[in-house]
């Protein structure tokens, strides 16, 4: 009998559970270990921000899922990895404290097999002063945060309908921060359900975000077909925001947020501040803070994870310049490399570099979108590490790993630009190769014919049919497994 | 870098026609087919 234990519950842990679930036999274990409660569609939570959903629209409880399933669920943080075990076994452990009401801060120590560290991100709000909801702005990353956010957009709404003309600044909260996505997602939507509460003229609408261009989404942008051209996304993207009439500011690293007023420097060493009314920014992301011990109590920790807490795993992580970085370079079976029980999938794996070029002001403020790595390519390389491991246990150790580079992976991606069936629409991008691959694609690293972007009602229709998809599916209905991650 | 009033005016925008198509029924359901059509190439080239 073996056990597998994923920590996180995510779109890339729960996948993984779920997998494993259904492929191994059911004299192995399968346990999830997630801080968390409640399962969360995290696309979702921008309709939550705008209260156009609740938070119990786009939640539901982990626990019931997974008894029906058959898979044992500790609501607890993970701390520490032993991957030796201790002096009095060799068995390989993960120490855990329970979140659970109640029981918080309880420890204990689950042995493993086979080990999946799907813990997310970290938000890092602390990274900038006066970042976050306990702070100076809001934040959709939860669904908590979400509905608060919504909460304060509804009071703002209700002051320009008393005449106020208020400013809303929206976009990343740090130089680093990935997720631009969510942040053009919001915007829109922010602007949209403005214009449908008809004081759309009392409202100043910013943008305010780390990428050198609008359209890079941390992905270095997408180059199209359009029109007999090929262009790239940053006129795509920039058209929108000219249409709407929303201001942008570009290649920004956001210092300090103060009660009303950002201070942020751009590329060119420049420190502004701008007044708002209304912030989202998004914090940037660290891994979770796992430690590794060896069997003698020694820190493995910078053995296992990068200095930014993300888990090392088959990657070139060698440090090069950006003209050297190759597809090469990032990983595709998510093993980490001094245990091979172990894997490492979603945002919990290190990236070996960043895909947008890194940039850094006159000041050497070091301003880079990091590489987004969450919705379909999450839950390939759950689905992944679930099948190399399934492998593992039912065939022999010497069993081939199943890989799923994302320098070798497409992803779909449609960005909400407002909710409404009839006169919503979206952004509906694919790009393929993920991760550019000059190698494969000299000229611009992606294959023209599958990346793509148009804007359009259906993409609403399809973003609301993914809602409910995805949801269906982590709930493991009836042929949960047919839907593709 | 900054609030960018020469970007904007050199930016793309799109004609009435862009924005009528964006939210016209018959040919947004066209659309509907075609993107999930182009998604599904792309979800079955990511699963390979």
Same mark, same amino acid.
């Given at each position: 009998?073996?056990?597998?234990?994923?920590?996180?519950?995510?779109?890339?842990?729960?996948?993984?559970?779920?997998?494993?679930?259904?492929?191994?036999?059911?004299?192995?274990?399968?346990?999830?270990?997630?801080?968390?409660?409640?399962?969360?569609?995290?696309?979702?939570?921008?309709?939550?921000?705008?209260?156009?959903?609740?938070?119990?629209?786009?939640?539901?409880?982990?626990?019931?899922?997974?008894?029906?399933?058959?898979?044992?669920?500790?609501?607890?943080?993970?701390?520490?990895?032993?991957?030796?075990?201790?002096?009095?076994?060799?068995?390989?452990?993960?120490?855990?404290?329970?979140?659970?009401?109640?029981?918080?801060?309880?420890?204990?120590?689950?042995?493993?097999?086979?080990?999946?560290?799907?813990?997310?991100?970290?938000?890092?709000?602390?990274?900038?002063?006066?970042?976050?909801?306990?702070?100076?702005?809001?934040?959709?990353?939860?669904?908590?945060?979400?509905?608060?956010?919504?909460?304060?957009?509804?009071?703002?709404?209700?002051?320009?309908?008393?005449?106020?003309?208020?400013?809303?600044?929206?976009?990343?909260?740090?130089?680093?921060?990935?997720?631009?996505?969510?942040?053009?997602?919001?915007?829109?939507?922010?602007?949209?359900?403005?214009?449908?509460?008809?004081?759309?003229?009392?409202?100043?609408?910013?943008?305010?975000?780390?990428?050198?261009?609008?359209?890079?989404?941390?992905?270095?942008?997408?180059?199209?077909?359009?029109?007999?051209?090929?262009?790239?996304?940053?006129?795509?993207?920039?058209?929108?925001?000219?249409?709407?009439?929303?201001?942008?500011?570009?290649?920004?690293?956001?210092?300090?947020?103060?009660?009303?007023?950002?201070?942020?420097?751009?590329?060119?060493?420049?420190?502004?501040?701008?007044?708002?009314?209304?912030?989202?920014?998004?914090?940037?992301?660290?891994?979770?803070?796992?430690?590794?011990?060896?069997?003698?109590?020694?820190?493995?920790?910078?053995?296992?994870?990068?200095?930014?807490?993300?888990?090392?795993?088959?990657?070139?992580?060698?440090?090069?310049?950006?003209?050297?970085?190759?597809?090469?370079?990032?990983?595709?079976?998510?093993?980490?490399?001094?245990?091979?029980?172990?894997?490492?999938?979603?945002?919990?794996?290190?990236?070996?570099?960043?895909?947008?070029?890194?940039?850094?002001?006159?000041?050497?403020?070091?301003?880079?979108?990091?590489?987004?790595?969450?919705?379909?390519?999450?839950?390939?390389?759950?689905? /992944?590490?679930?099948?190399?491991?399934?492998?593992?246990? /039912?065939?022999?150790?010497?069993?081939?790993?199943?890989?799923?580079?994302?320098?070798?992976?497409?992803?779909?991606?449609?960005?909400?630009?407002?909710?409404?069936?009839?006169?919503?629409?979206?952004?509906?991008?694919?790009?393929?190769?993920?991760?550019?691959?000059?190698?494969?694609?000299?000229?611009?690293?992606?294959?023209?014919?599958?990346?793509?972007?148009?804007?359009?009602?259906?993409?609403?229709?399809?973003?609301?049919?993914?809602?409910?998809?995805?949801?269906?599916?982590?709930?493991?209905?009836?042929?949960?497994?047919?839907?593709?991650? | 870098?900054?609030?960018?009033?020469?970007?904007?005016?050199?930016?793309?925008?799109?004609?009435?026609?862009? &924005?009528?198509?964006?939210?016209?029924?018959?040919?947004?359901?066209?659309?509907?087919?075609?993107?999930?059509?182009?998604? &599904?190439?792309?979800?079955?080239?990511?699963?390979?």
């Amino acid at each position: 009998m073996s056990r597998v234990v994923v920590l996180g519950a995510g779109i890339s842990g729960h996948t993984a559970a779920l997998v494993l679930r259904r492929k191994l036999p059911r004299d192995h274990e399968v346990v999830v270990v997630s801080p968390n409660r409640q399962w969360n569609w995290i696309p979702s939570n921008i309709w939550v921000g705008v209260g156009r959903m609740t938070k119990a629209d786009v939640t539901f409880e982990l626990k019931p899922v997974y008894d029906r399933k058959g898979i044992a669920f500790y609501q607890a943080r993970a701390v520490a990895l032993h991957p030796e075990g201790k002096a009095e076994s060799s068995k390989p452990f993960v120490a855990i404290e329970s979140t659970e009401p109640g029981q918080e801060g309880v420890k204990a120590e689950i042995s493993y097999d086979f080990l999946i560290n799907a813990t997310g991100p970290k938000l890092n709000f602390a990274a900038t002063p006066g970042l976050g909801p306990a702070a100076n702005s809001l934040s959709v990353c939860t669904a908590e945060h979400a509905e608060q956010t919504a909460i304060v957009l509804a009071a703002a709404i209700e002051r320009m309908r008393k005449g106020e003309a208020l400013t809303f600044v929206v976009g990343t909260g740090h130089g680093v921060c990935t997720c631009e996505g969510a942040a053009f997602e919001y915007i829109f939507n922010l602007e949209f359900e403005i214009r449908r509460a008809g004081v759309r003229d009392k409202a100043r609408i910013v943008m305010l975000t780390n990428e050198a261009e609008l359209g890079d989404f941390g992905v270095d942008g997408l180059q199209l077909r359009r029109g007999g051209y090929v262009i790239g996304s940053k006129p795509f993207a920039e058209s929108l925001f000219v249409e709407r009439g929303v201001e942008w500011i570009t290649g920004a690293h956001v210092q300090k947020v103060a009660p009303n007023l950002v201070s942020y420097e751009t590329l060119d060493g420049e420190t502004h501040s701008l007044a708002f009314d209304f912030a989202m920014l998004l914090p940037p992301f660290t891994g979770v803070g796992l430690k590794a011990f060896d069997a003698a109590g020694v820190d493995l920790s910078s053995e296992l994870f990068a200095p930014n807490q993300f888990m090392k795993v088959d990657a070139d992580y060698t440090a090069k310049p950006y003209e050297d970085w190759k597809a090469a370079d990032w990983p595709s079976t998510y093993q980490c490399p001094k245990y091979a029980n172990i894997f490492a999938v979603g945002i919990a794996f290190a990236p070996p570099h960043q895909i947008s070029r890194p940039r850094k002001t006159r000041n050497g403020t070091l301003i880079a979108p990091a590489p987004p790595r969450t919705g379909m390519p999450s839950g390939v390389m759950g689905k /992944t590490v679930a099948l190399s491991i399934v492998d593992f246990i /039912t065939k022999g150790a010497d069993s081939p790993l199943h890989r799923a580079s994302m320098s070798h992976m497409g992803a779909a991606c449609v960005a909400s630009a407002g909710n409404s069936f009839v006169r919503g629409s979206a952004a509906s991008m694919t790009m393929y190769p993920v991760v550019p691959d000059y190698d494969r694609f000299p000229e611009l690293g992606r294959d023209l014919r599958f990346t793509t972007g148009e804007i359009g009602t259906a993409g609403h229709w399809i973003k609301r049919i993914l809602h409910t998809l995805f949801i269906y599916k982590a709930k493991a209905r009836l042929g949960w497994w047919l839907i593709p991650e | 870098m900054t609030i960018p009033n020469e970007s904007a005016k050199n930016a793309m925008k799109p004609s009435g026609s862009v &924005l009528f198509f964006r939210t016209f029924f018959p040919y947004q359901l066209y659309r509907f087919v075609r993107i999930n059509l182009r998604m &599904l190439g792309m979800i079955l080239k990511g699963h390979q």
